[in-house]
């Protein structure tokens, strides 16, 4: 069985703050996606990274896959109330259909 | 509309009642899930669509029971759940399979009295 573990679990933060999420496991992954979920909605797919090392930039979200493809992290700068939510990582295996792993989740408060 | 609908957003139901839940995409995309989705557990796979033949059936119990009439739509029909079984119960859609990810739907929030 494939885990990935999120870090830290609970993140409450001053807005204007950066923080960083981590998501690590010992599998490898084919690709690595990010989401995120606000209160009574499904998760929202941010980005997908496929490639070692790959680094993308969604406005003030930094996201980047580890060399090895095992590894993942989640920058975020000058943090807005907006970006409360749950950010859940999950990482596929090749051209399965529902073997995406998913991790726990980290819960980021944002106070204005 | 566009993206991932499910009906209803909220449902009650007693433990001997029957009910279903709908989930509709609009995406063209080829495979179609259930998750599970209960406070501080991550996202439980339920049932997995391709093609509209069940490819992964996760040991889910029988009282929930999927039904995937076409690529667009897809239905969990439940009965005499437990209370336990209350939680988000969320659809999703891909297009490759899991590995450029999966658009959601908002969940339906099932509550068993």
């Known amino acids: 069985t494939q885990l990935l573990e999120q870090s830290p679990q609970f993140l409450s933060i001053q807005e204007g703050e950066n923080l960083t999420v981590y998501c690590n496991s010992s599998?490898?992954?084919?690709?690595l996606q990010w989401y995120r979920q606000e209160p009574g909605e499904g998760p929202v797919l941010l980005v997908t990274?496929?490639?070692?090392?790959e680094v993308k930039k969604l406005k003030r979200l930094t996201f980047q896959f580890g060399d090895a493809r095992k590894d993942s992290s989640l920058h975020i700068t000058a943090a807005q109330p907006g970006d409360t939510g749950l950010y859940l990582c999950?990482?596929?295996?090749?051209?399965?259909?529902?073997?995406?792993?998913f991790g726990q989740g980290t819960i980021l408060t944002v106070h204005p | 509309e566009t993206g991932v609908t499910q009906t209803p957003r909220h449902l009650v139901m007693g433990m001997t009642n029957k009910k279903s839940l709908k989930c509709e995409q609009h995406?063209?995309?080829?495979?179609m899930y259930w998750y599970k989705q209960s406070a501080k557990k991550p996202l439980e796979l339920m049932f997995v669509?391709?093609?509209?033949?069940?490819?992964e059936n996760n040991s889910v119990p029988s009282r929930f029971s999927p039904e995937c009439p076409n690529s667009s739509h897809l239905f969990l029909h439940l009965h005499t759940l437990q209370p336990e079984d209350s939680a988000l119960y969320l659809c999703?859609?891909?297009?490759?399979?899991?590995?450029?990810?999966?658009?959601f739907g908002s969940g339906t929030r099932l509550t068993v009295v």
């Open positions: 990274v496929v490639t070692g090392g």
């Open positions: 999950a990482g596929a295996i090749g051209t399965s259909y529902g073997k995406l792993t």
């Open positions: 669509y391709s093609l509209e033949e069940r490819v």
């Open positions: 599998s490898v992954f084919s690709s």
């Open positions: 995406l063209g995309h080829n495979a």
């Open positions: 999703a859609s891909s297009q490759e399979a899991d590995y450029y990810g999966y658009t």
